[in-house]
């Protein structure tokens, strides 16, 4: 029988511990625990590097010049901050959903609800931002191997963002990116362990391709590239830190592959361990590869040459070289990275709703799970059809400060979550010192993670925070129209 609450308890209220099982659920209509521990590292890997390397530093270069190093630097060192936050979370509540599955544990329902959205508006801005960008690599790899391009109408997307305004281009629309959806989707479908195995054979030729781009731009290194190191902004309180922070904010969307490692809780084979594990080990590897590659690519290109440069890592090696084979080598390695990107961001974002879903917070169709595959099948080609739409008709340059906003307040929530959840375990009695915990108390560690999180956000732009704004504005009126009568909480 439901349970009379006032409006306060319904919106506080908080889902229990979850009990972690070796199998799958009963009757065989749960998700399957078959992912180990390197499979999962490798699904952080691959839904972080690449994105951030490939792609943004279009971005991110004209906003800091030459210190975009020190960008990187800087949203790893607030990603790992957060990092340690999530491992010891995924240790206490070995679920699926991330960071919603946190929220709810420690901070009640509608704050929950509230950080889904910000997860659902993350992965599914980011598959569609990463599946754009692969569009740009096709296209550079079919020039240079078959000297033919996909057609301009083809290739390009209807709604463009430009100095002067948002512009339409009646025709166009850009078909690559969605055909890479597609195939995600269809891989999705055929099950988490499938998909995970595919995904670590990617991220293996990904790194090996990264490894080659470094090797050769290091080749053509230039220290010139580097001066001026900053870029000054007038009125700033330390020079070039408004460049840094607003090129770290967007490029720190590219650490959502941490928050990915976190939704796998419910098919992680012993999450207690692998889960904590697993994020350690994805971000130090990405940390490292990213600051390579940023150096090498600096070092080999001025900064004003990476503005609006589609595909600009093979460029790079193209100029360096004189020649068209490693520009060939390094679109064919992306075009592959990518496809992982994609792949991992579009199962992240499915196994976040099917945690919402099996909490009754939105409709049953996103929990149903295909009883041969386990996999929830309408989920992921919903799912799946909204991306592709999107990667089909928006610049990516609409998407990328969106999908940063996003994954920082998910950052802030599960940063929050750690002394609240050490408290309440205290309180009830059922706190264990076994496992990992963040170093230096419930409040050092979350403390700084939260004020890094929020400085990055403070320097993204006006018209994002008001997107921002207005996508919350939504999440409210979903929870009090459906999330709040529907909720199984109700019925406890």
Same mark, same amino acid.
């Given at each position: 029988?439901?349970?009379?609450?006032?409006?306060?308890?319904?919106?506080?209220?908080?889902?229990?511990?979850?009990?972690?099982?070796?199998?799958?659920?009963?009757?065989?209509?749960?998700?399957?625990?078959?992912?180990?521990?390197?499979?999962?590292?490798?699904?952080?890997?691959?839904?972080?590097?690449?994105?951030?390397?490939?792609?943004?530093?279009?971005?991110?270069?004209?906003?800091? =010049?030459?210190?975009?190093?020190?960008?990187?630097?800087?949203?790893?060192?607030?990603?790992?901050?957060?990092?340690?936050?999530?491992?010891?979370?995924?240790?206490?509540?070995?679920?699926?959903?991330?960071?919603?599955?946190?929220?709810?544990?420690?901070? =009640?329902?509608?704050?929950?609800?509230?950080?889904?959205?910000?997860?659902?508006?993350?992965?599914?801005?980011?598959?569609?931002?990463?599946?754009?960008?692969?569009?740009?690599?096709?296209?550079?790899?079919?020039?240079?191997?078959?000297?033919?391009?996909?057609?301009?109408?083809?290739?390009?997307?209807?709604?463009?963002?430009?100095?002067?305004?948002?512009?339409?281009?009646?025709?166009?629309?850009?078909?690559?990116?969605?055909?890479?959806?597609?195939?995600?989707?269809?891989?999705?479908?055929?099950?988490?362990?499938?998909?995970?195995?595919?995904?670590?054979?990617?991220?293996?030729?990904?790194?090996?391709?990264?490894?080659?781009?470094?090797?050769?731009?290091?080749?053509?290194?230039?220290?010139?590239?580097?001066?001026?190191?900053?870029?000054?902004?007038?009125?700033?309180?330390?020079?070039?830190?408004?460049?840094?922070?607003?090129?770290?904010?967007?490029?720190?969307?590219?650490?959502?592959?941490?928050?990915?490692?976190?939704?796998? =809780?419910?098919?992680?084979?012993?999450?207690?361990?692998?889960?904590?594990?697993?994020?350690?080990?994805?971000?130090?590897?990405?940390?490292?590869?990213?600051?390579?590659?940023?150096?090498?690519?600096?070092?080999?290109?001025?900064?004003?040459?990476?503005?609006?440069?589609?595909?600009?890592?093979?460029?790079?090696?193209?100029?360096?070289?004189?020649?068209?084979?490693?520009?060939?080598?390094?679109?064919?390695?992306?075009?592959?990275?990518?496809?992982?990107?994609?792949?991992?961001?579009?199962?992240?974002?499915?196994?976040?709703?099917?945690?919402?879903?099996?909490?009754?917070?939105?409709?049953?169709?996103?929990?149903?799970?295909?009883?041969?595959?386990?996999?929830?099948?309408?989920?992921?080609?919903?799912?799946?059809?909204?991306?592709?739409?999107?990667?089909?008709?928006?610049?990516?340059?609409?998407?990328?400060?969106?999908?940063?906003? =996003?994954?920082?307040?998910?950052?802030?929530?599960?940063?929050?979550?750690?002394?609240?959840?050490?408290?309440?375990?205290?309180?009830?009695?059922?706190?264990?010192?076994?496992?990992?915990?963040?170093?230096?108390?419930?409040?050092?560690?979350?403390?700084?993670?939260?004020?890094?999180?929020?400085?990055?956000?403070?320097?993204?732009?006006?018209?994002?925070?008001?997107?921002?704004?207005?996508?919350?504005?939504?999440?409210?009126?979903?929870?009090?129209?459906?999330?709040?009568?529907?909720?199984?909480?109700?019925?406890?």
């Amino acid at each position: 029988m439901p349970v009379n609450q006032s409006l306060v308890q319904k919106l506080t209220r908080t889902k229990p511990a979850p009990v972690e099982t070796d199998a799958t659920s009963l009757h065989g209509e749960g998700l399957s625990r078959s992912i180990g521990l390197f499979s999962l590292t490798m699904i952080g890997v691959g839904a972080t590097i690449g994105t951030g390397i490939f792609f943004t530093m279009v971005e991110a270069v004209p906003k800091a =010049g030459p210190s975009v190093v020190l960008s990187f630097l800087l949203a790893a060192l607030t990603a790992g901050l957060t990092a340690l936050c999530y491992a010891e979370l995924s240790f206490r509540v070995p679920a699926a959903g991330s960071a919603y599955s946190f929220a709810y544990r420690t901070l =009640g329902e509608f704050m929950a609800f509230i950080v889904a959205f910000c997860l659902l508006l993350e992965y599914g801005l980011a598959a569609s931002a990463t599946a754009i960008g692969w569009s740009d690599y096709l296209n550079n790899f079919l020039v240079n191997a078959f000297h033919w391009q996909i057609p301009e109408h083809l290739r390009a997307p209807m709604i463009v963002s430009t100095p002067n305004g948002t512009v339409w281009n009646t025709g166009h629309f850009n078909l690559p990116p969605v055909i890479l959806v597609v195939l995600c989707c269809f891989l999705l479908v055929r099950g988490a362990k499938e998909s995970a195995t595919a995904n670590a054979v990617m991220v293996l030729i990904k790194l090996a391709i990264l490894i080659f781009f470094a090797a050769i731009a290091f080749s053509g290194f230039d220290t010139n590239n580097f001066t001026p190191f900053l870029k000054h902004s007038p009125g700033e309180w330390l020079p070039g830190a408004t460049g840094i922070a607003a090129a770290a904010g967007t490029v720190f969307f590219s650490f959502i592959g941490l928050d990915t490692i976190a939704t796998a =809780g419910e098919e992680v084979r012993n999450p207690k361990r692998n889960v904590p594990i697993g994020i350690i080990s994805a971000l130090v590897i990405v940390t490292v590869f990213y600051m390579l590659v940023a150096m090498a690519a600096m070092g080999a290109q001025p900064a004003h040459k990476f503005e609006g440069q589609a595909a600009g890592l093979s460029v790079i090696l193209q100029n360096v070289t004189g020649q068209a084979w490693p520009a060939l080598v390094l679109s064919a390695g992306a075009v592959i990275s990518v496809f992982s990107v994609t792949l991992v961001t579009i199962y992240g974002q499915t196994r976040i709703l099917y945690a919402i879903a099996k909490d009754g917070l939105v409709p049953k169709t996103f929990q149903s799970v295909n009883p041969k595959s386990h996999a929830p099948v309408a989920n992921t080609v919903i799912v799946s059809l909204v991306v592709g739409a999107v990667a089909g008709l928006v610049d990516s340059t609409f998407l990328w400060d969106m999908v940063s906003m =996003g994954t920082l307040t998910a950052f802030i929530v599960v940063s929050v979550a750690v002394p609240v959840l050490r408290s309440k375990e205290r309180a009830a009695g059922t706190y264990t010192k076994g496992g990992f915990r963040v170093p230096f108390g419930p409040y050092l560690v979350p403390g700084l993670s939260i004020l890094a999180c929020a400085y990055l956000m403070i320097n993204l732009s006006h018209a994002t925070k008001v997107i921002f704004t207005i996508w919350m504005g939504v999440a409210v009126i979903t929870y009090f129209i459906y999330g709040i009568r529907n909720s199984r909480l109700n019925k406890v």
